[in-house]
């Protein structure tokens, strides 16, 4: 069996441990006779395993009960809408961030719902993060809401916005990638498929004072007070995807937690931003200081070589480095599964196209 190093942005790589496990109890979980896809949601195995998967997923966040934890499906994409159908009604107003091609699509659904400020915007470059001070925040904000890691850019926060309305964040690339104080947040959302499972589960992480303030008319699985109250069980639940979500979050533990998270990621990205600024021959094209540690993209100084690059990198078993087609380019995805071996492979592989080709 081979497991080729895998940078794809996502849906991304999962932790080979997880994928073992996975496989050993694929036709039979726990003696049972069945797989966990085959049993009913309201089962007493299932509903173990998803109070398991919040329980972890809750010390990992160190979440305390001021908060509820949503399992919902979706996608981020479909939160774009709840974050404003649950916050806010029509005439209301709310702050956003435009710092990446994320945030950009979250302001866009979000002003079909209200009216949005766009407090600070990087457009069209998106490759800096100008801080509080600048940003024009309204006073009278429904909430502000960010984008903590831009997965198209590779921008990412080192810092959280203090504001006077409720913080929401747009998480998906970043969560669980190091410690987080959750306190500072009203609303943190992901989509599965970058650091916590596969795609087709949505983590939301709702305070709960903040449940009860849903417009009318909105559809039911929207509403994260009817998902709160129904333990994320209001229909069927993606139970598969609910289950190996909690097979990353024990993997996450058994590595030392999202300290260990944070000092692995730290190096990983280090290494290939060290790489980067050796040389003239690959170029960052964001500040320094916002520099992601998931998502690196980068240029050739001489664009022609950028598919030859991509081919070499190919042949080393290096897979989906193209980088995303709105900005062209590379970007390396270092999610939390990907090994610092791969890393390595990574880096010695660019100082020698450099070598040989620059
Ligand atoms: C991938 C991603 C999304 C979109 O997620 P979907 O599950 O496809 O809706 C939204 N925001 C960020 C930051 C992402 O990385």
């Excluded at 790589?13 to 726990?30: F, G, S």
């Excluded at 897979?319 to 590379?330: D, E, S, T």
Aim: neutral net charge.
């Amino acid at each position: 069996m081979a497991r080729y190093h895998n940078f794809s942005p996502g849906p991304s790589i999962l932790p080979e441990a997880v994928l073992l496990q996975a496989k050993e109890e694929l036709l039979d979980w726990r003696g049972r006779g069945v797989s966990v896809m085959e049993i009913s949601h309201r089962s007493e195995d299932f509903l173990g395993i998803a109070r398991e998967a919040e329980a972890d997923f809750r010390q990992l966040l160190n979440l305390n009960d001021d908060y509820a934890v949503l399992f919902l499906q979706g996608g981020a994409s479909l939160q774009f809408s709840a974050v404003a159908l649950n916050l806010s009604q029509p005439a209301d107003r709310a702050d956003y961030a435009c710092t990446g091609a994320w945030s950009a699509k979250a302001i866009q659904e979000a002003s079909r719902l209200l009216t949005v400020n766009k407090a600070v915007n990087t457009a069209p470059n998106h490759t800096s993060i100008p801080p509080l001070a600048e940003w024009q925040l309204d006073p009278k904000a429904a909430y502000l809401h960010y984008t903590s890691n831009e997965t198209i850019h590779g921008v990412e926060f080192d810092w959280i916005p203090q504001t006077q309305a409720p913080l929401v964040v747009d998480m998906s690339s970043n969560i669980l990638s190091q410690p987080l104080d959750v306190s500072r947040f009203g609303v943190i959302y992901a989509g599965a498929q970058k650091n916590l499972g596969p795609a087709g589960l949505t983590v939301v992480v709702v305070r709960k004072d903040l449940l009860g303030r849903a417009r009318q008319d909105i559809p039911r699985l929207l509403n994260w007070e009817v998902m709160a109250a129904s333990g994320s069980m209001d229909n069927t639940p993606p139970t598969f995807n609910w289950y190996l979500a909690g097979l990353v979050f024990k993997w996450i533990q058994a590595e030392g937690g999202l300290t260990a998270m944070a000092e692995r990621n730290r190096r990983k990205s280090q290494k290939v931003y060290q790489c980067i600024d050796d040389s003239g021959f690959y170029i960052s094209p964001v500040d320094v200081y916002c520099r992601s540690k998931m998502n690196i993209p980068f240029v050739l100084a001489n664009p022609e070589l950028e598919s030859v690059f991509l081919k070499q990198a190919r042949l080393e078993n290096l897979l989906y480095l193209k980088g995303h087609r709105a900005v062209g380019g590379i970007r390396a995805s270092l999610y939390n599964a990907l090994p610092e071996a791969s890393v390595d492979v990574l880096v010695a592989f660019m100082r020698h196209f450099e070598a040989t080709r620059g």
